[in-house]
Protein backbone atom coordinates (compact mmCIF):
# COMPACT_ATOMS: atom_id res chain seq x y z
CA UNK A 1 0.00 0.00 0.00
CA UNK A 2 1.41 3.34 -0.68
CA UNK A 3 2.06 5.52 1.85
CA UNK A 4 2.30 2.30 4.18
CA UNK A 5 3.23 2.51 8.12
CA UNK A 6 4.19 -0.34 9.94
CA UNK A 7 3.19 -0.50 13.75
CA UNK A 8 5.34 -3.59 15.13
CA UNK A 9 3.61 -4.98 18.38
CA UNK A 10 5.05 -7.93 21.04
CA UNK A 11 1.53 -9.81 21.50
CA UNK A 12 0.44 -12.93 23.41
CA UNK A 13 0.75 -15.39 20.11
CA UNK A 14 -2.02 -17.46 21.19
CA UNK A 15 -4.26 -14.21 19.97
CA UNK A 16 -2.93 -13.77 17.03
CA UNK A 17 -6.02 -14.69 15.55
CA UNK A 18 -8.21 -12.79 17.72
CA UNK A 19 -5.93 -9.86 17.09
CA UNK A 20 -6.50 -10.46 13.46
CA UNK A 21 -10.55 -10.69 13.56
CA UNK A 22 -10.62 -7.22 15.31
CA UNK A 23 -8.91 -5.49 13.14
CA UNK A 24 -10.80 -7.02 10.16
CA UNK A 25 -13.82 -5.72 11.62
CA UNK A 26 -12.70 -1.96 12.07
CA UNK A 27 -13.03 -2.42 7.78
CA UNK A 28 -10.06 -0.65 6.36
CA UNK A 29 -7.90 0.75 9.39
CA UNK A 30 -4.85 -1.84 8.90
CA UNK A 31 -3.77 -5.18 7.95
CA UNK A 32 -1.90 -7.65 10.57
CA UNK A 33 1.01 -9.64 9.48
CA UNK A 34 3.06 -12.47 11.51
CA UNK A 35 6.64 -12.12 12.22
CA UNK A 36 7.43 -15.67 11.39
CA UNK A 37 11.03 -14.78 12.30
CA UNK A 38 10.23 -13.67 15.72
CA UNK A 39 6.93 -15.74 17.44
CA UNK A 40 5.28 -13.59 19.50
CA UNK A 41 5.35 -10.57 17.03
CA UNK A 42 3.58 -8.94 14.61
CA UNK A 43 3.16 -5.77 12.43
CA UNK A 44 -0.21 -3.88 10.85
CA UNK A 45 0.13 -2.03 8.30
CA UNK A 46 -1.79 1.25 8.47
CA UNK A 47 -2.26 4.60 6.94
CA UNK A 48 -1.34 8.15 8.80
CA UNK A 49 -5.01 8.84 9.10
CA UNK A 50 -5.69 5.22 10.65
CA UNK A 51 -2.55 4.77 12.66
CA UNK A 52 -3.95 6.44 16.22
CA UNK A 53 -7.28 4.07 15.31
CA UNK A 54 -5.12 1.25 15.33
CA UNK A 55 -3.00 2.27 18.18
CA UNK A 56 -5.64 2.91 20.48
CA UNK A 57 -7.82 -0.66 19.62
CA UNK A 58 -4.41 -1.99 20.39
CA UNK A 59 -4.17 -0.54 23.58
CA UNK A 60 -7.74 -1.73 25.04
CA UNK A 61 -6.68 -5.34 23.83
CA UNK A 62 -3.41 -4.72 26.03
CA UNK A 63 -5.56 -4.41 28.96
CA UNK A 64 -6.95 -8.01 28.09
CA UNK A 65 -2.98 -9.54 27.36
CA UNK A 66 0.09 -9.11 26.57
CA UNK A 67 0.27 -6.29 23.92
CA UNK A 68 3.54 -3.72 23.62
CA UNK A 69 4.77 -1.70 20.63
CA UNK A 70 7.51 -2.05 20.02
CA UNK A 71 8.04 0.05 17.30
CA UNK A 72 6.43 2.65 14.68
CA UNK A 73 7.77 2.50 10.85
Given amino acids: MKDTLKLR ?3 D ?3 INYIDMII ?3 EGVGI ?3 DHDN ?3 IW ?4 E ?3 NEVKEIMSDLGQEFK ?3 ISEE
Fill in 13 to 15: PTE
Fill in 49 to 51: GTK
Fill in 9 to 11: YEI
Fill in 44 to 47: IDVT
Fill in 67 to 69: VRL
Fill in 32 to 34: VNV
Fill in 39 to 41: PGE
Fill in 24 to 26: KAY
